[in-house]
């Protein structure tokens, strides 16, 4: 949730910080900007496989990030200055409670804790049929149930009011960034375990193998906000990246041991297409059909389902990979695996000490069981219904 409150607070002070011109297309500014923060995002990514993979151990890990936390508190309060408002009508902790919209974090936080925890335990460290794993899921309905009861009870200041909720470009959006975050971070998690468990490569080999991916999203980054800002359909951009985004995860799938430098390479292109572009579009329509007052909530919200749609696809696809690979081993005739002893030992240890035909087998099960992950990536494509279901026409420019 971390990385969704740092990009949310982004999108606010940047949104209040670079206004556009009167006779600028917002249009154009808004994906700009969308398109500038993806490209300092971008480029980051093998620089931080390299670091993560010099850290010898976790503790070790969270003392590196001190200095660039430090860094970043000085250049905050150092640089941004807050605007100042012509006038403020004084707000009593009792309005600003209410504002806060404690009763509904109180049930929405703790209900989408009990599933990811389900969904993390579930087949992995408990049977489905363990009470803790049942217990989880109930909780996490009923809490479910009384954040929409709250949200109903709360109207204009609820967590999610319903003038943004039920607008039909924003829950359209929010649902298609649901389902194609998912798919972005199952492959961003798992590719470079690919890469490492199949292939032999290091940390930092992996997080390089991935350059086609960031240098093609960085280049569809600035490409996109050029031909959004000229064509003025990013609805249409929306549908075009689900094709890609089909397209690119089932030949994901099709990987096996023998799949050539040309082929993965080639693959994260494809994909890389639809995941610069799904990663846009969805705040752009946001932006686009909500009034000025409303866009940093429906910004938000798209974002909250951004996250938990990555949240909930990473714990399937830990299940299913987890669970594949346990059973693959087992038809192998190594025993004495199952989930833990697996997370322990380390994809790449599997293999340390094996040679000739055993260790073929095993290298076949692992890939065997990341491509079977992988297959919870092509279910993406059923965020054509979110792509379909926004307001089309010519988005205009905001006055």
């Known amino acids: 949730?971390?990385?969704?409150?740092n990009i949310s607070l982004a999108v606010s002070i940047r949104q209040e910080s670079i206004k556009p011109e009167p006779k600028t297309n917002n249009l154009a500014h808004q994906e700009d900007l969308n398109g500038d923060q993806k490209d300092v995002e971008a480029p980051a990514n093998p620089p931080g496989s390299e670091v993560t993979a010099a850290v010898p151990d976790y503790p070790s890990g969270i003392k590196s990030n001190l200095p660039l936390g430090v860094a970043i508190q000085v250049a905050f309060f150092g640089f941004v200055r807050p605007p100042k408002r012509e006038s403020e009508a004084s707000t009593s902790w009792t309005d600003l409670v209410q504002n806060l919209a404690l009763f509904g974090l109180a049930s929405l936080i703790p209900s989408v804790v009990c599933l990811l925890l389900a969904l993390q335990w579930g087949g992995i460290t408990y049977p489905w049929s363990n009470p803790r794993v049942i217990v989880l899921l109930v909780l996490c309905g009923g809490l479910a149930i009384a954040f929409a009861l709250t949200e109903m009870w709360q109207r204009p200041k609820a967590l999610l009011p319903s003038r943004v909720f039920t607008q039909r470009t924003?829950?359209?959006?929010?649902?298609?960034?649901?389902?194609?975050?998912?798919?972005?971070?199952v492959l961003t998690y798992y590719l470079p375990i690919w890469f490492q468990g199949v292939r032999g490569a290091s940390p930092i080999q992996s997080g390089l193998y991935t350059l086609p991916w960031v240098?093609?999203?960085?280049?569809?980054?600035?490409?996109?906000?050029?031909?959004?800002?000229?064509?003025?359909?990013?609805?249409?951009?929306?549908?075009?990246?689900?094709?890609?985004?089909?397209v690119?995860?089932?030949?994901?799938?099709?990987?096996?041991?023998?799949?050539?430098?040309?082929?993965?390479?080639?693959?994260?292109?494809?994909?890389?297409?639809?995941?610069?572009?799904?990663?846009?579009?969805?705040?752009?329509?946001?932006?686009?059909?909500?009034?000025?007052?409303?866009?940093?909530?429906?910004s938000a919200m798209v974002m909250f389902f951004q996250t938990i749609g990555a949240s909930i696809f990473v714990s399937v696809a830990q299940a299913l990979f987890t669970n594949g690979l346990v059973n693959g081993l087992e038809r192998t005739g190594m025993t004495g695996f199952d989930a833990g002893t697996v997370a322990s030992q380390g994809i790449t240890n599997l293999t340390k000490d094996l040679s000739g035909d055993i260790k073929r087998r095993?290298?076949?099960?692992?890939?065997?069981?990341?491509?079977?992950?992988?297959?919870?990536?092509?279910l993406s494509c059923i965020a054509l219904l979110g792509a379909l279901a926004v307001e089309h026409g010519k988005m205009k420019k905001k006055t």
């Open 1 to 5: 949730m971390d990385h969704d409150n």
């Open 170 to 185: 924003v829950s359209a959006a929010s649902f298609y960034g649901f389902c194609t975050t998912g798919a972005i971070f």
């Open 215 to 246: 240098i093609t999203s960085t280049i569809m980054s600035l490409t996109v906000g050029i031909l959004i800002a000229k064509v003025g359909h990013p609805d249409a951009f929306m549908v075009i990246a689900t094709i890609f985004g089909a």
């Open 248 to 298: 690119g995860s089932g030949l994901f799938t099709t990987f096996t041991l023998e799949t050539s430098n040309g082929k993965w390479i080639g693959y994260q292109i494809i994909f890389a297409v639809s995941s610069s572009i799904s990663s846009l579009t969805p705040l752009m329509m946001t932006q686009a059909a909500l009034p000025l007052r409303d866009i940093p909530i429906g």
């Open 362 to 378: 095993v290298l076949v099960v692992i890939n065997d069981a990341l491509t079977q992950s992988w297959h919870l990536v092509v």
